[in-house]
């Protein structure tokens, strides 16, 4: 079966650094996915991974483990506008289709 | 280039009625895929279409629900007799091949009354 799991709601503070955990059960393993989405908008994709390590760009970076099967997404210098859902994503290992397999979402509210 | 492009962005529909939920993908893709999202939960994948092809179907109910991604035109996410059930908030997404990161449209909002 298909499990992702990342906490429901997180709270931080502005200029502060954030880590968003995401753990993964999946059948297989294509790449690993985060998405911003704010109330009533669509996702944004932010980053992606397939091989292990971090991943950089700007404020946020990804980092992977799938021998642990294990994600976080690190947000650095809160910004309030950084206040939304980060979505993660994992695409399982199949032939021939590649539908994402998304958690049910971290609600980060950032506070002064 | 214009992003990923849903319409209508709202729609209201009573029980019994038929929702047509349109999705442009952004230019130059031809893979699209269809989501559903309810209230807290997380976003969950409905179908995935490459042109005039439905490649995965798996996350669809096979009742009341269809799609299609015409040679020419926008991919349509048809439900018909909808129920209450069917409220929802449903995401179009589109990338140029299999492999790519996919971009969302701002999705459509069904409220079924």
């Known amino acids: 079966g298909q499990n992702i799991d990342q906490p429901t709601e997180m709270t931080a503070t502005e200029g502060a650094i954030v880590q968003i955990n995401c753990t993964y059960q999946?059948?297989?393993?294509?790449?690993l996915f985060w998405y911003q989405q704010h109330a009533g908008e669509a996702p944004t994709f932010l980053s992606y991974?397939?091989?292990?390590g971090l991943e950089e760009k700007g404020r946020f970076s990804s980092f992977l483990s799938r021998s642990k099967g294990y994600s976080y997404l690190l947000l650095k210098e809160l910004q309030m506008k950084d206040s939304a859902s980060y979505l993660c994503?994992?695409?399982?290992?199949?032939?021939?289709?590649?539908?994402?397999?998304f958690g049910k979402g971290t609600r980060l509210s950032v506070i002064a | 280039n214009a992003g990923v492009m849903q319409n209508p962005r709202h729609l209201v529909r009573r029980r019994g009625q038929e929702a047509r939920l349109r999705c442009s993908p952004m230019?130059?893709?031809?893979?699209v895929y269809w989501y559903r999202q309810l209230p807290e939960e997380g976003l969950k994948f409905m179908v995935y279409?490459?042109?005039?092809?439905?490649?995965?179907e798996s996350g669809m109910p096979k009742e009341r629900f269809s799609a299609e991604f015409p040679k020419e035109g926008p991919s349509i996410l048809r439900i018909q007799q909808v129920v209450r059930g069917d409220s929802a908030a449903y995401f179009c997404?589109?990338?140029?091949?299999?492999?790519?990161?996919?971009?969302f449209g701002p999705g459509t909002r069904l409220t079924v009354t």
């Open positions: 997404a589109s990338s140029p091949g299999r492999f790519y990161e996919q971009y």
């Open positions: 999946t059948s297989g393993f294509n790449g």
């Open positions: 991974n397939v091989l292990d």
């Open positions: 994503a994992v695409r399982p290992l199949g032939a021939g289709n590649t539908p994402l397999v």
């Open positions: 230019k130059g893709h031809s893979h």
């Open positions: 279409l490459q042109k005039e092809n439905i490649i995965d």
